[in-house]
């Protein structure tokens, strides 16, 4: 959990073992994001910006509007959640990155999401 700007940002992650070919290097994992606004103004959520890394250090970026195809209002005292994921070709990665937001009075502002673990369950590392 990390709070910037007054949003509390909360990540839970998952490996998806069906969607996971081992012998592919695909590893599938899934990530529960959780926005609550702890301002007291609605902010609305603009974009995204990942960094993801593998554990062979290998970074990909991935910026774009919104999350999940919404760019949604969050309300004071609210929390928005969706799950999205990533497929990564080691069983081990981090994900880190910032949502651009705007408050109702047209500041802008970066919130920041500290990195959090991708890993395949019962793996040695």
Same mark, same amino acid.
Request: proline share 6%; aromatic share 10%.
């Given at each position: 959990?990390?709070?910037?700007?007054?949003?509390? !940002?909360?990540?839970?992650?998952?490996?998806?073992?069906?969607?996971?070919?081992?012998?592919?290097?695909?590893?599938?994992?899934?990530?529960?994001?959780?926005?609550?606004?702890?301002?007291?103004?609605?902010?609305k959520?603009?974009?995204?910006?990942?960094?993801?890394?593998?554990?062979?250090?290998?970074?990909?970026? !991935?910026?774009?509007?919104?999350? %999940?195809?919404?760019?949604p209002?969050?309300?004071?005292?609210?929390?928005?959640?969706?799950?999205?994921?990533?497929?990564? &070709?080691?069983?081990?990665?981090? +994900?880190?990155?910032?949502?651009? +937001?705007?408050?109702?009075?047209?500041?802008?502002?970066?919130?920041?999401? &500290?990195?959090?673990?991708?890993?395949? &369950?019962?793996? %040695?590392?």
């Open positions: 959990m990390k709070i910037t700007h007054e949003i509390e !940002v909360s990540v839970a992650t998952q490996y998806l073992q069906e969607q996971s070919d081992p012998e592919k290097h695909l590893f599938a994992f899934s990530y529960t994001i959780g926005i609550f606004n702890h301002t007291d103004q609605p902010v959520l603009l974009s995204r910006h990942w960094i993801i890394t593998d554990d062979n250090d290998h970074i990909e970026e !991935v910026k774009g509007p919104g999350v %999940v195809g919404q760019q209002l969050i309300y004071p005292g609210q929390k928005f959640v969706y799950t999205s994921g990533a497929i990564l &070709p080691t069983q081990f990665g981090t +994900m880190q990155g910032s949502y651009e +937001m705007v408050s109702s009075n047209g500041e802008k502002f970066a919130t920041h999401i &500290p990195a959090f673990l991708l890993c395949r &369950p019962r793996s %040695v590392h």
